[in-house]
DNA sequence: CGATTAATTGATACTTCTCAAATCCTGTGG
DNA sequence: CCACAGGATTTGAGAAGTATCAATTAATCG
């Protein structure tokens, strides 16, 4: 077991389930959790098992991905601070559609379903929390949706970087402050790893982007943005 | 204003987030909805309005599809009897992500925002299927994601049949009961219409499966979930 | 520092798209 | 009821986009 971690953090982040909720209901998962941790490459949680309880991330990153034709990842979305794990397929009463992995060691709350359930009931506010954020996933969904079956490469690439730029942040040299393998950005993209490399090292001749070993930095945004074809 | 829809109907559907709702609840409903319906081809709610209630489709089959590069129609999923549409948008508090349009004359019940948020808070049960309701779409959502980044097309057709024929059943002659184009096929699948087409044929020439004008049957459905590698 | 994994590049094959042309339907007005 | 216009479907040919395989170089970790 690990130090325990401040919830008042988590719900500090905007986006998070917890943001808004009461002190009391927030009192009440702090009574509820435990901590873990997990090492970078761990998984965390895995694809077909039937969940026994949500994490709620407090530090590190999580890719989220399906397994598809032949074992290959599908990254479906990546998991970081305040963020919940494990949700859907407790909610929804279904085996884990997604595995998660730990891409960097990651701390985290574990919340037991039963408690899960028990802070549900109890906080009306919360419940809605988590009705808008799954509704917000689903269109995030959605979008990812139309984008794999009506851009090219080029242009999901463009998209993805956008992304995970303004997820992950900047390190203090403006690379995007993620550690992801060329492989990973790839099944993200949902390419080949070779392809993935070929538009990154045609990006960078354009200029619209630099990029130092595996890490990438973005330098031209409104250019991406236009071959994304973003238009929100 | 049309005669009003009997929610019992709708609480019977298995799928349906009133299902298993208590009688007040029902009532509470059953008050606040007024009737709508849609002849053929109507928009019903169409991408970047701001909604203003929720539907609940009675009888009918409506297409929810996003708009994207070039105005193409990427077909989400559909929506049928017992079924709600517009929900996503009203509880993130987002503009509307996908458009609806209705692939027959479709009656509904309307529901005005307000009074399903006033449903939702008065009825624990409801606010929970709604939430048992998004994580299932949103597992559907990452199956779908995953198919489109690494199946090829032939084997994302034959996934889209098999799941037009369990979703809409067939008809007397064992055809599967939705008129669609080929082109919306083609715009679920992810591909050009041409190439639905062509793989069509493929199919048909291979005894999996018949067709009818735009009318399809399936033939052999063990084949077809072979290529469509659906291991679930 | 060696061993292993990841990244890169090139060549080639395959899938899918696009454009064009022909045929088939379907609903409508005479 | 029939002919016709306009859209939908089908087929073909060629172009473009991606994947795959193989070989090389670079990076990383114990």
Same sequence: chains 1, 2.
Avoid at 108 to 131: E, G, R
Avoid at 178 to 191: C, D, P
Avoid at 200 to 206: A, D, F, H, V, W
């Amino acid at each position: 077991m690990d130090t325990p971690h401040n919830c008042q953090l988590c719900q500090k982040q905007p986006t998070s389930a917890f943001h808004d909720l009461s002190a009391d209901g927030l009192n009440e998962i702090s009574q509820l959790k435990t901590c873990v941790s997990f090492k970078k490459g761990q998984v965390i949680i895995h694809e077909g098992a039937r969940p026994q309880g949500v994490y709620c991330i407090h530090r590190g990153k999580v890719k989220l991905y399906t397994l598809g034709t032949e074992g290959k990842e599908q990254i479906i979305r990546f998991i970081t601070s305040g963020d919940l794990l494990g949700y859907r397929s407790i909610l929804s009463d279904e085996p884990i559609s997604a595995s998660a992995t730990a891409l960097e060691d990651t701390h985290a709350c574990y919340i037991p379903k039963s408690s899960f359930f028990k802070v549900i009931q109890d906080n009306p506010k919360f419940s809605l929390n988590m009705l808008k954020l799954s509704c917000h996933e689903l269109g995030e969904a959605g979008k990812m949706i139309t984008s794999l079956a009506q851009k090219n490469v080029k242009e999901r690439l463009a998209e993805i970087l956008l992304i995970l730029n303004s997820t992950f942040g900047e390190d203090e040299e403006g690379y995007i402050d993620i550690n992801l393998t060329r492989e990973e950005i790839a099944n993200m993209v949902g390419t080949a790893t070779e392809s993935v490399i070929r538009l990154i090292s045609e990006l960078r001749k354009e200029g619209l982007i630099r990029s130092k070993g595996k890490r990438i930095a973005l330098e031209n945004r409104s250019s991406l943005r236009q071959i994304a074809a973003v238009y929100e």
